[in-house]
């Protein structure tokens, strides 16, 4: 089985291909009842789960006409929050590591092989907003994106987004501002959507073709709206949890 989806990708690469540094390249959800989770995002996606070709800490594949889209994990604490993780590409895990910590950042979680599929890193911002670096192996990351029921967005409800963008124009400068760049990640004040206490963070947005029959759906498999639909520069955008905690968001393009 991994060496037919090898083949398909190219090079022996689970993945679009090679995802230049900075670009949102993988997510994946920390929940306490993995099962719960499939049945949620099964029927609101229309996703299929499979155990990804090597060991992954219990985690599930979920797949949108057999490509790779994200990762369901069990969370190893109780105590963590049930929350969506955006990954972003890089060559050099442990240099990147290092500037993130020289730019004010904190490396929460130390570069760790996932097996051969890569290299992973958990880190923040200055203000704390958590995110994920991914060296790939044999995995590159998403199987497909920006279509319907896959990875569309990745924004960061920052308190500063001055000093936010000076932070991460400095580590993605290329993916972010570069001639060839096509950013799937944006910066917005915090309190433009949620309370002005809390604190900053990254949301994944997942595309889908009409934003209030998903919100239907969410609310009907044990989900809740967090917040209605709003219009932003990239589509209408509607906040939501699913059925175990984690936020995510919904974006319908114009």
Request: net charge negative; aromatic share 12%.
């Amino acid at each position: 089985m991994a060496e037919n989806r090898a083949s398909r990708y190219g090079e022996g690469v689970f993945g679009e291909g090679v995802f230049g540094e900075g670009v949102p390249c993988w997510v994946d959800a920390q929940l306490p009842d993995i099962e719960a989770g499939k049945r949620f995002y099964g029927e609101l996606f229309g996703w299929t789960f499979t155990d990804p070709p090597t060991a992954y800490g219990g985690s599930v594949w979920a797949h949108q006409e057999g490509r790779p889209v994200a990762a369901l994990a069990r969370k190893a604490d109780g105590r963590l929050p049930s929350v969506w993780t955006v990954y972003f590409a890089t060559p050099d895990i442990e240099g990147l590591a290092d500037r993130v910590w020289a730019a004010g950042g904190q490396v929460v979680t130390a570069p760790m092989p996932v097996g051969e599929l890569g290299t992973a890193a958990l880190v923040t911002d200055p203000d704390g907003a958590v995110f994920g670096l991914w060296e790939a192996g044999t995995h590159a990351g998403f199987g497909v994106r920006h279509e319907p029921g896959t990875f569309a967005w990745a924004e960061l409800y920052a308190r500063d987004t001055e000093s936010a963008n000076t932070f991460y124009g400095g580590l993605f400068h290329d993916a972010l501002f570069g001639p060839d760049a096509h950013p799937d990640f944006g910066r917005a004040p915090v309190s433009d959507v949620f309370p002005p206490e809390m604190p900053p963070h990254f949301l994944v947005h997942f595309r889908v073709a009409d934003c209030a029959e998903v919100l239907g759906a969410v609310n009907r498999l044990g989900g809740r709206v967090q917040a209605p639909p709003f219009e932003t520069s990239y589509g209408r955008v509607a906040v939501v949890t699913d059925n175990q905690g984690a936020s995510f968001a919904v974006l319908e393009r114009r």
